[in-house]
């Protein structure tokens, strides 16, 4: 056996072979010298508190630590602070676009009961026109169209006014109310009187509609 091969040391751990110098295994770091080796190692650890070096280049300042502290807390603050007033103004668009709905709804509504109320009024116009021309309204059978166009077979209260239809009594008849629905005319004395209705947003039929309209006189 050579002297190499006499001081030649082998890891008890990996194997590996070690130079006669080394105290630990460059493989895996395991003690050459078993417990013994190892100890003053250890009990240099226990004496150490910590591994952790604080840094030299650092000083702590309480003056600079109460400023980034201060810092956090501003920051803090101004999250919330912008978050409740990102709600309020949602909050706030919300209820002013269901007021400014409501209102656009109140405008509208507004709007076709005087579009109606107008209307029936033309139409009551053209009503007594009639009358005062023929001497009589228009039957249910004639309806409301004989404002507009003589029927085919046109009859007069007096033969003397038979004749005397000088329509059309209104330029533009309205086929149906702002709501969509009919006008409704009715004559119950063969033309001595009528009455005129729309039936409204709820439908109200009779004396209890908003929107309706009799003849002046009745003869």
């Excluded at 080394?22 to 010298?33: D, E, I, N, S």
């Excluded at 190692?41 to 109460?66: C, G, M, N, Q, Y």
């Excluded at 409501?102 to 709007?111: E, G, L, S």
Aim: neutral net charge.
């Amino acid at each position: 056996m050579s002297i190499e091969e006499a001081h030649e040391r082998i890891c008890g751990q990996c194997g590996a072979k070690l130079a006669p110098d080394l105290r630990y295994c460059l493989q895996c770091y395991f003690p050459v010298g078993g417990a013994e080796a190892a100890r003053p190692h250890v009990e240099l650890a226990r004496k150490t508190e910590t591994t952790h070096r604080p840094d030299p280049t650092i000083v702590f300042s309480p003056e600079k630590h109460e400023e980034i502290v201060r810092r956090t807390r501003t920051r803090k603050r101004a999250i919330i602070s912008g978050a409740i007033a990102l709600v309020v103004v949602v909050a706030g668009l919300v209820a002013m676009d269901a007021f400014n709905r409501r209102q656009r709804a109140i405008k509208k509504a507004m709007a076709r009961e005087q579009a109606a109320l107008r209307e029936l009024n033309l139409m009551t116009e053209a009503l007594e026109r009639f009358r005062s021309d023929v001497g009589r309204y228009p039957t249910n059978e004639e309806g409301l169209k004989c404002l507009e166009r003589r029927p085919a077979a046109f009859t007069s209260n007096n033969d003397r006014q038979s004749s005397n239809w000088f329509g059309p009594y209104i330029d533009n008849l309205p086929e149906v109310d702002p709501w969509g629905e009919d006008y409704i005319y009715h004559t119950s004395d063969g033309g001595h009187s009528f009455e005129l209705l729309s039936e409204g947003p709820g439908h109200g039929t009779g004396s209890e509609s908003r929107f309706r309209v009799i003849s002046k006189v009745s003869y």
